[in-house]
């Protein structure tokens, strides 16, 4: 059996296969018999167009396999004016259940009962805004990381919450902090420096949660959360 992660780019394949190899949820999935994958779909146009036949294709197979969409919620602008408009989370959450509802009964003609049972096994959800946000709630190690042994802090939490204006959502306050910061004024470069934060996290709640106990990532940790349950293995 297997767990499919469907994600954007192979910057967010990367992190979080280095956050779930480190914290240990992928050998205890292991264990109990599942895989875990991460499948980049290369952005996040390609990630809408593709979402409902890929994740169909994957319901189709093995009976006890898991899928998550898991796309940036940043940016959304470029999709106002068109059928992929999605000003909320929830309605981002919708755009990826339509789409993988159509894809199984119009490609594989699945309907009723056994669409409900295979959609049973979809989760659609979001790296909110976008996977830096993780990076964001990993500060000590993303202080690590930049070189920096200063105090990071001062933006939104919940991470997830944090302004989408081009020059405060996550990425961008990465990139500032790693030019502003590092001794060396080294560029971030996400397929290299977001795995090595994330590969730093030994332990789930640590990120999912702030210093006093109220939850950092609300989204992330329910998402977790839904394959914990269905995979019978906790991620923390």
Not at 16 to 24: D, I, M, Q, V
Not at 134 to 162: C, F, M, Y
Not at 210 to 218: D, I, K, M, Q, R
């Amino acid at each position: 059996m297997k767990v499919w992660i469907f994600v954007e780019g192979d910057s967010d394949r990367l992190a979080l296969g280095a956050l779930w190899e480190k914290c240990g949820w992928r050998s205890q999935l292991r264990v109990k018999g599942y895989g875990l994958h991460m499948v980049p779909l290369e952005n996040k146009d390609k990630f809408l167009r593709k979402i409902g036949p890929r994740a169909a294709e994957k319901l189709m197979g093995q009976e006890g396999d898991l899928v998550v969409g898991m796309p940036d919620f940043y940016p959304n602008s470029p999709y106002a004016a068109g059928n992929m408009r999605h000003d909320t989370l929830e309605e981002l959450r919708e755009l990826q259940r339509t789409a993988v509802e159509r894809s199984l009964g119009e490609v594989y003609a699945i309907q009723g009962m056994h669409l409900k049972n295979r959609m049973r096994r979809f989760y659609p959800s979001a790296l909110k805004h976008e996977m830096e946000m993780l990076l964001l709630a990993a500060k000590d190690r993303l202080g690590a990381v930049i070189g920096t042994s200063q105090r990071l802090g001062g933006w939104v939490t919940p991470v997830e919450e944090q302004d989408q204006h081009p020059s405060r959502h996550p990425k961008r306050i990465v990139e500032e902090l790693f030019r502003t910061k590092s001794p060396k004024k080294k560029a971030y470069r996400e397929t290299i420096h977001a795995p090595a934060v994330l590969g730093q996290v030994t332990d789930l709640r640590q990120l999912l949660f702030l210093e006093n106990g109220s939850v950092n990532c609300p989204v992330f940790k329910a998402t977790l959360e839904w394959v914990g349950e269905m995979a019978g293995v906790p991620a923390y």
